[in-house]
T-cell receptor, first 110, second 116 residues
Framework: GNSVTQMEGPVTLSEEAFPTINCTYT??????LFWYVQYPGEGLQLLLK?????DKGSNKGFEATYRKETTSFHLEKGSVQVSDSAVYFC?????????FGQGTRLTINP | EAQVTQNPRYLITVTGKKLTVTCSQN?????MSWYRQDPGLGLRQIYY?????VTDKGDVPEGYKVSRKEKRNFPLILESPSPNQTSLYFC?????WGRGPSYEQYFGPGTRLTVT
């Protein structure tokens, strides 16, 4: 079946670091892929998405590229800020649902 | 403002006392879904609904019920809650879930439930 695996957290970095949050997936075919972000005390918000191989999703300085060769969708940002502290979820579009990874908590210290 | 609302946001209850968590969306979405979020497990789907009067089980439906009598509402019912249902619950909705464009799912703010 479909599954998503994210890197273990938590991840703690200083401002202006260059984080990468790894995400790999197992799926039949080439499903759409998503990154959702959950800020403290809030629900999930769509951060970015890619609907086919080699697509790059981007938003708020974050980027992720749909790599079918490595079945990966790693999240990257050039320079983080304290306000990027959140839990990040990688997900794929399955049948009648999103399939989520376990989430990665990112903490950015000033 | 387009949104998904849930009530209550926080609830502490005792084993066996029936409860309902409400979910409402104002976007005329056909598809709605309930997820629970547990540490280390991400979000897992409980139930979903493709449209009014059409519901089906997700990955973890045991101990839950749902109904979809109106398009905007999708309540989650725990008829006899147990401590293993202590979790953070999210309702979500999207335009549809068929083939074609990948519609965004909009999530509610979450309901933190504790069953003692």
């Amino acid at each position: 079946g479909n599954s998503v695996t994210q890197m273990e957290g938590p991840v703690t970095l200083s401002e202006e670091a260059f984080p990468t949050i790894n995400c790999t997936y197992t799926a039949t075919g080439y499903p759409s892929l998503f990154w959702y972000v959950q800020y403290p005390g809030e629900g999930l918000q769509l951060l970015l998405k890619a609907t086919k191989a080699d697509d790059k999703g981007s938003n708020k300085g974050f980027e992720a590229t749909y790599r079918k060769e490595t079945t990966s969708f790693h999240l990257e940002k050039g320079s983080v800020q304290v306000s990027d502290s959140a839990v990040y979820f990688c997900a794929l579009r399955g049948a009648q649902k999103l399939v989520f990874g376990q989430g990665t908590r990112l903490t950015i210290n000033p | 403002e387009a949104q998904v609302t849930q009530n209550p946001r926080y609830l502490i209850t005792v084993t066996g006392k029936k409860l309902t968590v409400t979910c409402s969306q104002n976007m005329n979405h056909e598809y709605m879904s309930w997820y629970r979020q547990d540490p280390g497990l991400g979000l897992r789907q409980i139930y979903y609904s493709m449209n009014v009067e059409v519901t089906d089980k997700g990955d973890v439906p045991e101990g839950y019920k749902v109904s979809r009598k109106e398009k905007r509402n999708f309540p989650l019912i725990l008829e006899s809650p147990s401590p293993n249902q202590t979790s953070l619950y999210f309702c979500a909705s999207s335009t549809s879930w068929g083939r074609g464009p990948s519609y965004e799912q909009y999530f509610g703010p979450g309901t933190r439930l504790t069953v003692t």
